[in-house]
Nanobody, 122 residues
Framework: QVQLVASGGGSVQPGGSLRLSCTAP????????VGWFRQAPGKEREAVLCIASGDDGSVYAEDSVKGRFAISRDNAKNMVYLQMNSLKPEDTAVYYCANQCTVAGVRRFSSWGQGTQVTISS
């Protein structure tokens, strides 16, 4: 199973921005779809954005992040990024990345790696 590692979280004020990074040591991410997920306290884990393998465009975006979040790849660095702008308190969650686009897909075909905490607070 391929396990990806998310990093770059932190604490910012509402309206601020963060860029999260996803990598997988020893695995070429360009050959995989990569999804970003998040889990807020007391809530189910949900898919946020996903990018297809070898593609430069997102394939799925959760409604609440459309126009604010963007996903991209840097194949030379073997990284996938989640750029988050206009952050809101409700974006507070632990963010994860995985080589699937759905929570069910991760549970069936992959596993969760280390997440990164994002806290939006004034």
């Amino acid at each position: 199973q391929v396990q990806l590692v998310a990093s770059g979280g932190g604490s910012v004020q509402p309206g601020g921005s963060l860029r999260l990074s996803c990598t997988a040591p020893g695995v070429r991410l360009e050959y995989y779809a990569v999804g970003w997920f998040r889990q807020a306290p007391g809530k189910e884990r949900e898919a946020v954005l996903c990018i297809a393998s070898g593609d430069d465009g997102s394939v799925y975006a959760e409604d609440s992040v459309k126009g604010r979040f963007a996903i991209s790849r840097d194949n030379a660095k073997n990284m996938v990024y989640l750029q988050m702008n206009s952050l809101k308190p409700e974006d507070t969650a632990v963010y994860y990345c995985a080589n699937q686009c759905t929570v069910a897909g991760v549970r069936r075909f992959s596993s969760w790696g280390q997440g990164t905490q994002v806290t939006i607070s004034s």
